[in-house]
Structures are given as C-alpha cells and as structure tokens.
C-alpha cells in the first residue's frame, strides 16, 4: 500500500489547481519514480475534441502534478483498453484502475448511475446539482451503490446541459411521435415516454447515421461536446432549452486501486474531480453560447424552443422514470428517488 506523503500539502494542490484553472499548460507527466502509483485512465471522449484535451487529459496532468508525480494518471482513449460499454467491469476487476466516462453505460447493472447522471426537468445550473450531491448527501448513497460492484465512485463531472439536435422542428409533444433520435441512459425512456423511438449508436457512427437519415436526431452531451462530433454539419435545428441544465460524466476507481493510495492522495483526486466539475460546466456553458450562435450565421442552423406544455410532458415522464428507477431498485434508487422529489419542493418545481 502507498503510504501518506507528508510533504503533499494543500497549499500545493491549490497551486496547482489554480494554475490548470488560469489555462496553463501542463507538461506531460514526469518520469515515474520507483515505488510511485500509476493509474490508466479510460475516457469515452474521442481524440482530437476540443474536450479530450483540454479537460480530460488536463484533469489527468493536474492530479500528476498536484502529487508531485506519486500518484501518476496516464489518459488513455476510448477503446484503448477495452470497448467503452465494458469499462465499468474492467476498473473492478483491475484492467484498468479508473475510468473518466459516462454513467449512462451502467444503468442498467447500477440503476442509482441515472441519478448521477442527471433526469431531465431537475437542476437549473451547477449550484442545485451540487445541493442534491453535496448538501444533501446524494453522492453518499451513489457510492454505496457502485461500492457493490467494486468501484468506488470519485464524483460527477458537469458537462453543462444536455442539448437536442434533429432535423425535424421539435416545438409539441405530437412532433416526438416516431422520431428516430440516438439517445441513451434516463434521457432515452424520457423520450420513449413522449413518443420518440431511440435507439442506441455508438458515437463513432453517429455523423454518418445523422447524414444517411438512420436516426433523425441525436444528443451528445452539451451543444460544445456535440460539435466536437460535428453535429452542426449534419442538423438542421437545435432545440430548446437544454433538456438538463447540467448533465454529468464521472470519475471511478476501481476499490483495490483506491484504497491502495493513502487518504492525502485520495483528498487530492476528490478534489481536483469537484473543481474540474466546476470548472468544466463554466467551460462548456460559454462554448455552448458561441457554438450556438455559429451553428445560426454561419450554417443556417435554427434554435427551435419547445413549448411550455411540451416541456412539462417532458419532466412529467423524467419523474416517471425517476419512480420507476426507485420501484426497482429500493435500496440506492429508493433513497435517491425521495432525495430529488425533496430537491423540486425545495426549489419550488413539485
């Protein structure tokens, strides 16, 4: 086991943190001293994204250097070590110590991921994502739950809102009927509810299902994640508003690995996945509004906003399946569940 480093304080770690936040570009991880701990860690993100770089592999160099190399993070592809659907089995079984991805791939072994995720019609902005996760302990619980699949789950990273684009004008509850979008996760039984008929593509063949008319539409991530997967080439309108106002991705570890470094190391990866989160949601945020307005002058792209009783339908069926989530798994989804119903009387949406 790696023992506590008594020189790593966090005067450092903040030193550290503020100078990835200014955009100073980091040096590529130092040569790895005998007896240091290396972690790979799997993305979902393409290469060659704006985002791969500029958060991910980042988010990887900050935590190197904020441990002065002890603990070295190595970024890795999608598909460098395994398929992106099996990444969650291979961090708990040690292929791969941590994952930085999205929790949709597992809902379906850990329901409670949908909530760290995000549903559809919940949080406005950063700070009510971090009020359900932080202030009322909704991330204790989303532990517990991938504890029993031996993964300890660092936290979310915010990805800002999750953004619709179609080639059809999305405005009524009638115009989901039979719309072929690509969609995964709460968001696709969200859309089922209303009509639409997802399907599940993965993102390296979502351009040419775009341009052939496979699917009709499709979300990924924020309007800036989308671009990098150049969705404004192959759509015709964006539609309006987000339909979360912060979606998340995730940093996991697998158990073995995180309890394998000491509890100096561990605070500084806690801490350097909250402040990417924050930072990321600003990043993605300003990119989205510029995105957006490139998407209209400069390819004739139009912002579709849905209307008001399209939009209740929308959190209408989120809730259902927030219930439902709860319905089948008590234990994690149950307790998340109430957490949330809680949330929108709080904030005055239920």
Not at 45 to 58: E, H
Request: aromatic letters at 10%; a negative charge; glycine letters at 10%.
């Amino acid at each position: 086991m790696t023992k506590s480093n008594p020189s790593l304080s966090r005067r450092g770690f903040f030193a550290a943190s503020a100078g990835a936040a200014a955009g100073t570009a980091l040096a590529a991880p130092p040569v790895i001293a005998q007896g240091n701990t290396v972690w790979r860690m799997q993305t979902h993100w393409p290469t060659g994204n704006w985002y791969y770089d500029d958060i991910f592999v980042k988010f990887c160099n900050r935590i190197t250097e904020a441990t002065g190399g002890e603990l070295t993070v190595e970024p890795y592809a999608p598909g460098a070590v395994v398929p992106t659907g099996d990444v969650l089995n291979a961090v708990r079984r040690g292929l791969l110590e941590s994952a930085f991805i999205y929790p949709a791939y597992w809902i379906g072994r850990v329901p409670a991921a949908g909530h760290l995720n995000g549903h559809i019609g919940t949080w406005a902005r950063h700070e009510e994502m971090d009020i359900f996760y932080y202030e009322m302990g909704a991330i204790d619980v989303i532990r517990d739950a991938y504890a029993e699949q031996g993964v300890h789950q660092v936290g979310p990273v915010s990805y800002s809102g999750l953004t619709l684009w179609a080639n059809r004008p999305l405005r009524t509850v009638e115009d989901f009927s039979g719309w072929p979008v690509r969609s995964t996760g709460a968001a696709g039984l969200v859309l089922e509810k209303v009509g639409a008929a997802p399907v599940s593509i993965p993102g390296g063949e979502l351009y040419q299902a775009l341009q052939t008319g496979v699917v009709d539409g499709a979300h990924w991530g924020a309007t800036a994640t989308a671009w990098g997967m150049n969705f404004q080439e192959v759509c015709d309108y964006i539609i309006e508003p987000d339909l979360v106002g912060h979606l998340n991705g995730e940093v996991m570890v697998g158990l073995d690995a995180w309890n394998a470094i000491g509890e100096d190391l561990r605070a500084v990866v806690t801490d350097v996945t909250r402040a990417t989160s924050a930072e990321a949601a600003a990043h993605f945020l300003y990119r989205d509004i510029l995105f957006k307005q490139e998407f209209v002058n400069d390819f004739g792209g139009e912002l579709i906003r849905m209307e008001d009783d399209t939009l209740q339908a929308l959190r209408t069926a989120s809730l259902e399946v927030v219930d439902e989530y709860s319905e089948q798994d008590p234990e994690y989804s149950g307790r998340l569940g109430e957490m949330l119903h809680e949330f929108l009387k709080t904030t005055g949406r239920a």
